[in-house]
């Protein structure tokens, strides 16, 4: 069966990201922690962007340098329909910044904001979002 959107997420080393996105589905698509230029990562279908927001949410590094490479890409920016952030709410006003950023940059949905790895809770308030903006079920 075809999912009627993808899960494309970011996750650093620490692996916070990828453990939320986890909790969600084990079908997701990781953008790589280390961009190739020569070969770089391609998504051909409509898709939720789950990312950190680095810096503690200020400055030029807000939003994660692949994830700018993989936006920067005509064909991956178009396909966005949504986008998911987490984060570390220590950042105050900053809490999941790279989120609200790209949100309001392409004009998709803010669909949640995430503290770290998050809880059971944000897992299923996450899921019905998915499931009425996108009919996704998990």
């Known amino acids: 069966m075809s999912l009627p959107i ?3 997420y970011f996750s650093n080393r620490s692996e916070n990201t990828k453990r939320f996105v ?3 589905t ?3 698509w990781r953008i790589p922690l280390v961009w ?3 070969n770089p ?3 051909s279908r409509e898709f939720v962007l789950v ?3 680095y810096g ?3 400055g030029s590094h807000v939003i994660p340098s692949q994830v ?3 936006l920067n890409i005509r064909s991956n920016r178009e396909m966005l329909r949504g986008v998911v952030g987490t984060g570390n709410t220590n950042f105050g006003e900053h809490f999941c910044k790279a989120a609200e950023m790209i949100s309001a940059k392409t004009g998709v949905p803010l669909i949640g904001k995430i503290e770290i790895f998050g809880t059971e809770d944000d897992v299923k308030t996450i899921k019905e979002r998915l499931r009425l903006l996108y009919d996704y079920e998990l």
Request: glycine share 4%; aromatic share 8%; no cysteine.
């Open 22 to 24: 986890d909790k969600l």
């Open 26 to 28: 084990d079908l997701s």
């Open 36 to 38: 190739d230029s020569e």
């Open 56 to 58: 503690a949410g200020r």
């Open 51 to 53: 990312l950190p927001t």
């Open 68 to 70: 700018k490479k993989f």
């Open 6 to 8: 993808d899960l494309v």
């Open 41 to 43: 990562y391609l998504h």
